[in-house]
Protein backbone atom coordinates (compact mmCIF):
# COMPACT_ATOMS: atom_id res chain seq x y z
CA UNK A 1 0.00 0.00 0.00
CA UNK A 2 1.15 3.37 -0.59
CA UNK A 3 -0.39 5.50 1.99
CA UNK A 4 -2.06 7.85 -1.02
CA UNK A 5 -5.71 8.63 1.32
CA UNK A 6 -4.12 8.72 4.55
CA UNK A 7 -6.00 11.69 6.72
CA UNK A 8 -8.44 11.65 3.78
CA UNK A 9 -11.88 11.39 4.31
CA UNK A 10 -14.71 10.22 2.35
CA UNK A 11 -18.01 9.53 1.19
CA UNK A 12 -18.67 6.64 -0.87
CA UNK A 13 -22.45 6.03 -2.59
CA UNK A 14 -24.02 3.15 -4.42
CA UNK A 15 -22.06 -0.06 -2.47
CA UNK A 16 -24.08 -3.35 -2.41
CA UNK A 17 -21.79 -6.46 -2.30
CA UNK A 18 -18.27 -7.58 -3.15
CA UNK A 19 -18.60 -7.50 -6.52
CA UNK A 20 -19.85 -3.81 -6.79
CA UNK A 21 -17.34 -1.29 -7.86
CA UNK A 22 -18.38 0.80 -5.08
CA UNK A 23 -17.19 -2.06 -2.80
CA UNK A 24 -13.74 -2.43 -3.87
CA UNK A 25 -13.37 1.21 -3.88
CA UNK A 26 -14.42 1.28 -0.25
CA UNK A 27 -12.14 -1.49 0.65
CA UNK A 28 -8.81 0.07 -1.27
CA UNK A 29 -9.56 3.83 -0.23
CA UNK A 30 -9.09 2.45 3.62
CA UNK A 31 -6.00 0.28 3.04
CA UNK A 32 -4.95 3.29 1.73
CA UNK A 33 -5.80 5.20 4.69
CA UNK A 34 -8.68 6.79 4.19
CA UNK A 35 -11.87 7.19 6.89
CA UNK A 36 -14.97 6.57 5.21
CA UNK A 37 -18.83 6.83 5.43
CA UNK A 38 -21.24 4.16 3.39
CA UNK A 39 -24.61 4.95 1.77
CA UNK A 40 -27.59 3.26 0.03
CA UNK A 41 -30.64 3.50 -0.09
CA UNK A 42 -32.50 1.67 2.61
CA UNK A 43 -34.44 -0.77 -0.05
CA UNK A 44 -30.52 -1.82 -1.60
CA UNK A 45 -29.54 -2.01 2.25
CA UNK A 46 -31.92 -4.86 2.60
CA UNK A 47 -30.68 -6.73 -0.68
CA UNK A 48 -27.14 -6.28 0.11
CA UNK A 49 -24.45 -6.46 2.53
CA UNK A 50 -23.36 -2.84 3.25
CA UNK A 51 -23.35 -3.47 6.87
CA UNK A 52 -20.32 -6.16 6.88
CA UNK A 53 -18.39 -3.79 4.03
CA UNK A 54 -18.71 -0.81 7.00
CA UNK A 55 -17.21 -3.42 9.86
CA UNK A 56 -14.67 -4.44 7.09
CA UNK A 57 -13.80 -0.59 7.02
CA UNK A 58 -14.52 0.85 10.44
CA UNK A 59 -17.04 3.04 9.04
CA UNK A 60 -20.18 3.58 9.41
CA UNK A 61 -23.56 3.13 6.99
CA UNK A 62 -25.86 6.57 6.44
CA UNK A 63 -28.85 5.25 4.68
CA UNK A 64 -30.30 7.48 2.13
CA UNK A 65 -32.07 7.77 -1.24
CA UNK A 66 -29.34 10.16 -3.50
CA UNK A 67 -32.74 11.63 -5.51
CA UNK A 68 -34.23 13.11 -2.23
CA UNK A 69 -32.38 16.77 -1.70
CA UNK A 70 -33.65 16.40 2.26
CA UNK A 71 -31.71 12.96 2.53
CA UNK A 72 -29.38 14.68 0.80
CA UNK A 73 -28.87 17.16 3.14
CA UNK A 74 -29.34 14.84 6.51
CA UNK A 75 -26.54 12.76 4.91
CA UNK A 76 -24.21 15.17 4.30
CA UNK A 77 -25.31 16.24 7.70
CA UNK A 78 -24.54 13.22 9.45
CA UNK A 79 -21.05 12.37 7.25
CA UNK A 80 -19.27 16.14 8.51
CA UNK A 81 -20.73 15.40 12.27
CA UNK A 82 -19.51 12.52 12.25
CA UNK A 83 -15.60 13.27 10.61
CA UNK A 84 -16.04 16.73 12.92
CA UNK A 85 -15.46 18.37 9.62
CA UNK A 86 -15.44 18.59 6.02
CA UNK A 87 -14.75 15.46 3.46
CA UNK A 88 -12.19 15.27 0.83
CA UNK A 89 -13.54 12.64 -1.39
CA UNK A 90 -17.39 11.26 -2.95
CA UNK A 91 -17.57 8.64 -4.95
CA UNK A 92 -21.14 8.54 -7.02
CA UNK A 93 -22.17 4.87 -7.88
CA UNK A 94 -25.61 5.15 -8.49
CA UNK A 95 -27.51 4.37 -11.90
CA UNK A 96 -30.73 1.73 -12.40
CA UNK A 97 -33.16 1.77 -15.54
CA UNK A 98 -36.51 0.06 -15.32
CA UNK A 99 -36.87 0.05 -18.66
CA UNK A 100 -33.88 -2.25 -19.54
CA UNK A 101 -35.16 -4.43 -16.50
CA UNK A 102 -38.67 -4.18 -18.30
CA UNK A 103 -37.04 -5.23 -21.45
CA UNK A 104 -38.61 -2.23 -22.99
CA UNK A 105 -36.16 -0.86 -26.26
CA UNK A 106 -35.51 2.41 -27.03
CA UNK A 107 -37.88 2.93 -29.62
CA UNK A 108 -40.86 1.79 -26.84
CA UNK A 109 -39.83 4.01 -23.56
CA UNK A 110 -41.56 4.14 -20.72
CA UNK A 111 -41.86 7.78 -20.52
CA UNK A 112 -42.35 7.45 -16.47
CA UNK A 113 -39.45 4.74 -16.72
CA UNK A 114 -37.10 7.12 -18.66
CA UNK A 115 -38.02 10.50 -15.82
CA UNK A 116 -37.01 7.80 -13.13
CA UNK A 117 -33.39 6.67 -15.04
CA UNK A 118 -32.42 10.01 -15.76
CA UNK A 119 -33.59 11.10 -11.63
CA UNK A 120 -31.45 8.13 -10.61
CA UNK A 121 -28.35 7.91 -12.60
CA UNK A 122 -27.75 11.56 -13.54
CA UNK A 123 -29.93 14.09 -11.84
CA UNK A 124 -28.93 12.64 -8.42
CA UNK A 125 -25.25 13.71 -9.58
CA UNK A 126 -26.56 17.02 -9.90
CA UNK A 127 -28.66 17.19 -6.38
CA UNK A 128 -25.22 15.81 -4.88
CA UNK A 129 -22.98 18.29 -6.05
CA UNK A 130 -24.91 21.37 -5.34
CA UNK A 131 -26.18 20.44 -2.15
CA UNK A 132 -22.56 19.55 -1.04
CA UNK A 133 -21.79 22.98 -2.58
CA UNK A 134 -24.66 24.72 -0.59
CA UNK A 135 -23.31 23.53 2.59
CA UNK A 136 -19.47 24.02 1.81
CA UNK A 137 -18.69 19.96 2.84
CA UNK A 138 -15.49 19.35 0.67
CA UNK A 139 -12.20 20.13 1.35
CA UNK A 140 -10.29 22.33 -1.02
CA UNK A 141 -8.22 20.14 -3.76
CA UNK A 142 -11.08 17.25 -2.96
CA UNK A 143 -12.39 15.14 -5.50
CA UNK A 144 -15.89 13.82 -6.69
CA UNK A 145 -15.76 10.92 -9.16
CA UNK A 146 -19.16 9.44 -10.76
CA UNK A 147 -19.16 6.33 -13.13
CA UNK A 148 -20.03 6.62 -16.66
CA UNK A 149 -19.26 4.38 -19.56
CA UNK A 150 -18.84 4.41 -23.24
CA UNK A 151 -22.18 4.40 -24.43
CA UNK A 152 -22.57 7.50 -23.67
CA UNK A 153 -20.64 8.74 -26.77
CA UNK A 154 -21.31 5.21 -28.71
CA UNK A 155 -24.93 3.70 -29.64
CA UNK A 156 -24.29 -0.07 -27.81
CA UNK A 157 -27.12 -2.84 -28.10
CA UNK A 158 -29.41 -2.95 -25.48
CA UNK A 159 -27.93 0.00 -23.20
CA UNK A 160 -30.86 1.49 -23.94
CA UNK A 161 -32.02 4.88 -22.15
CA UNK A 162 -29.02 4.45 -19.39
CA UNK A 163 -27.19 6.17 -22.88
CA UNK A 164 -29.00 9.14 -21.91
CA UNK A 165 -28.33 9.10 -18.54
CA UNK A 166 -24.68 8.60 -18.89
CA UNK A 167 -24.56 11.33 -21.46
CA UNK A 168 -26.19 13.82 -18.78
CA UNK A 169 -24.27 12.76 -15.88
CA UNK A 170 -20.67 13.63 -17.64
CA UNK A 171 -22.63 17.15 -19.12
CA UNK A 172 -23.04 17.35 -15.41
CA UNK A 173 -19.49 16.99 -14.42
CA UNK A 174 -18.10 19.45 -16.66
CA UNK A 175 -20.77 22.01 -16.28
CA UNK A 176 -20.49 21.48 -12.25
CA UNK A 177 -16.73 20.96 -12.61
CA UNK A 178 -15.95 24.54 -13.96
CA UNK A 179 -17.99 26.10 -10.98
CA UNK A 180 -17.02 23.95 -8.28
CA UNK A 181 -13.22 24.41 -9.42
CA UNK A 182 -13.37 27.78 -9.97
CA UNK A 183 -14.96 28.84 -6.37
CA UNK A 184 -13.49 25.72 -4.42
CA UNK A 185 -10.15 24.21 -5.89
CA UNK A 186 -12.83 20.63 -6.14
CA UNK A 187 -12.28 18.88 -8.81
CA UNK A 188 -15.01 16.75 -10.62
CA UNK A 189 -14.85 14.20 -13.20
CA UNK A 190 -16.31 10.55 -14.48
CA UNK A 191 -14.79 7.28 -15.16
CA UNK A 192 -15.61 5.58 -18.07
CA UNK A 193 -15.23 1.76 -16.82
CA UNK A 194 -14.84 -1.46 -19.30
CA UNK A 195 -17.98 -3.76 -19.19
CA UNK A 196 -17.96 -5.44 -15.60
CA UNK A 197 -19.78 -8.77 -14.44
CA UNK A 198 -21.00 -6.72 -11.63
CA UNK A 199 -24.29 -7.39 -9.59
CA UNK A 200 -25.92 -4.64 -11.58
CA UNK A 201 -24.25 -5.57 -14.63
CA UNK A 202 -25.25 -9.59 -14.33
CA UNK A 203 -28.72 -8.43 -15.01
CA UNK A 204 -28.17 -6.77 -18.38
CA UNK A 205 -28.97 -9.16 -21.02
CA UNK A 206 -25.75 -9.93 -23.46
CA UNK A 207 -23.50 -9.27 -20.86
CA UNK A 208 -20.94 -11.74 -21.64
CA UNK A 209 -20.98 -10.74 -24.86
CA UNK A 210 -20.75 -7.49 -24.73
CA UNK A 211 -17.82 -8.40 -22.42
CA UNK A 212 -16.30 -10.96 -24.66
CA UNK A 213 -16.71 -8.35 -27.71
CA UNK A 214 -15.02 -5.62 -25.50
CA UNK A 215 -11.88 -7.75 -24.24
CA UNK A 216 -11.24 -8.93 -28.41
CA UNK A 217 -11.11 -5.00 -29.26
CA UNK A 218 -9.26 -3.53 -26.24
CA UNK A 219 -5.60 -3.93 -27.31
CA UNK A 220 -5.09 -4.20 -23.00
CA UNK A 221 -8.42 -6.02 -22.69
CA UNK A 222 -11.20 -5.02 -19.90
CA UNK A 223 -10.11 -3.32 -16.75
CA UNK A 224 -11.49 -5.62 -13.92
CA UNK A 225 -13.28 -4.41 -10.95
CA UNK A 226 -9.90 -4.54 -8.88
CA UNK A 227 -8.19 -2.12 -11.52
CA UNK A 228 -11.22 0.22 -11.23
CA UNK A 229 -10.79 0.65 -7.77
CA UNK A 230 -7.07 1.41 -7.84
CA UNK A 231 -7.40 3.74 -10.55
CA UNK A 232 -10.15 5.63 -8.67
CA UNK A 233 -8.04 6.04 -5.72
CA UNK A 234 -5.77 8.01 -7.71
CA UNK A 235 -8.40 10.72 -8.70
CA UNK A 236 -9.18 10.66 -5.13
CA UNK A 237 -5.43 11.07 -4.10
CA UNK A 238 -3.19 14.87 -4.56
CA UNK A 239 -1.47 13.30 -7.33
CA UNK A 240 -4.60 14.20 -9.81
CA UNK A 241 -5.03 18.13 -8.31
CA UNK A 242 -5.29 19.04 -11.74
CA UNK A 243 -7.48 17.13 -13.60
CA UNK A 244 -11.17 17.52 -13.27
CA UNK A 245 -14.21 18.52 -15.94
CA UNK A 246 -13.11 14.46 -17.65
CA UNK A 247 -14.40 11.56 -18.51
CA UNK A 248 -11.87 8.96 -18.22
CA UNK A 249 -11.80 5.56 -20.60
CA UNK A 250 -10.50 3.31 -17.78
CA UNK A 251 -11.19 0.41 -20.68
CA UNK A 252 -7.89 -1.24 -21.85
CA UNK A 253 -8.21 1.08 -24.63
CA UNK A 254 -11.60 0.30 -26.66
CA UNK A 255 -12.82 3.46 -26.61
CA UNK A 256 -10.31 4.73 -28.95
CA UNK A 257 -10.60 1.18 -31.26
CA UNK A 258 -12.31 0.52 -34.65
CA UNK A 259 -11.27 -2.65 -35.29
CA UNK A 260 -9.58 -5.11 -33.76
CA UNK A 261 -7.11 -8.05 -35.33
CA UNK A 262 -9.42 -10.63 -32.54
CA UNK A 263 -12.89 -8.89 -33.89
CA UNK A 264 -12.05 -9.07 -37.29
CA UNK A 265 -11.14 -12.70 -36.97
CA UNK A 266 -14.05 -13.77 -35.09
CA UNK A 267 -16.98 -11.57 -37.40
CA UNK A 268 -14.41 -13.49 -40.47
CA UNK A 269 -15.13 -16.91 -39.21
CA UNK A 270 -19.02 -16.19 -38.15
CA UNK A 271 -19.42 -14.83 -41.80
CA UNK A 272 -17.70 -17.65 -43.49
CA UNK A 273 -19.84 -20.37 -41.38
CA UNK A 274 -22.78 -18.34 -42.39
CA UNK A 275 -21.98 -18.67 -45.91
CA UNK A 276 -21.03 -22.17 -45.83
CA UNK A 277 -23.95 -22.86 -43.89
CA UNK A 278 -26.59 -21.07 -46.51
CA UNK A 279 -24.82 -22.83 -49.42
CA UNK A 280 -25.66 -26.26 -48.10
CA UNK A 281 -28.91 -25.12 -46.52
CA UNK A 282 -30.74 -26.73 -49.81
Keep these: MYNLLKGKKGLIFGALNDKSLAWKVAERAY ?3 AELVLTNTPVSMRFGEINE ?4 CNSIVVPADATSVSDLEMLLDKTTAHFGGKIDFILHSVAMSLN ?13 YLNKTLDISAISFHKLLQTAKKKDVINEWGSVVALSYVAAQKTLY ?15 ARSFGYIYGRDKKIRI ?3 SQSPTLTTAGSGVK ?20 DEFADFCITLF ?3 TKKITMQNIYHDGGFA ?11 YNQALNNSINSDEFSD
Design 189 to 191: NTI
Design 256 to 266: SMGMSYKAMKM
Design 206 to 225: GIDGLMDFSERMSPLGNATA
Design 158 to 172: RYNDMADAKAMLESI
Design 31 to 33: EEG
Design 237 to 239: SDL
Design 53 to 56: LAEK
Design 100 to 112: VRKGRTYDDLDYN
